[in-house]
């Protein structure tokens, strides 16, 4: 059974740093490329960032030169590095297996003062 995992989230101060983790299960995972999106109340999901097996990535335009996703295939891992957090990154972010229908259940980003 694929399982996606999040945690890290919480709340931060505009101008703060995250790390998220996601740990996936049930597929093997180094064979996969993996992505990152988020939502925010009353918008759309949107892609925030992917990686793909050979570690080349892909961002989101309002999160390019900020974020920093990563993937740790012995851990069967990605994660995503958040820098100079704002308001507007509040949203729940997901973790997906990118091709299929895997999300995980999400973590809530706060960033506020």
């Known amino acids: 059974q694929v399982q996606l995992v999040e945690s890290g989230g919480g709340l931060v101060q505009p101008g703060g740093s995250l790390r998220l983790s996601c740990a996936a299960s049930?597929?093997?995972?180094?064979?996969?490329?993996m992505g990152w999106y988020r939502q925010a109340p009353g918008k759309q999901r949107e892609l925030v960032a992917t990686?793909?097996?050979?570690?080349?990535?892909n961002y989101g335009d309002s999160v390019k030169g900020r974020f920093t996703v990563s993937r740790d295939n012995a851990k069967s891992t990605v994660f995503l590095q958040m820098n100079s957090l704002k308001p507007d990154d509040t949203a729940v972010y997901y973790c997906?297996?990118?091709?299929?229908?895997?999300w995980g259940q999400g973590t809530q980003v706060t960033v506020s003062s």
């Open positions: 997906h297996r990118e091709g299929y229908i895997n």
């Open positions: 049930g597929f093997f995972f180094g064979r996969y490329a």
């Open positions: 990686i793909s097996i050979s570690g080349n990535t």
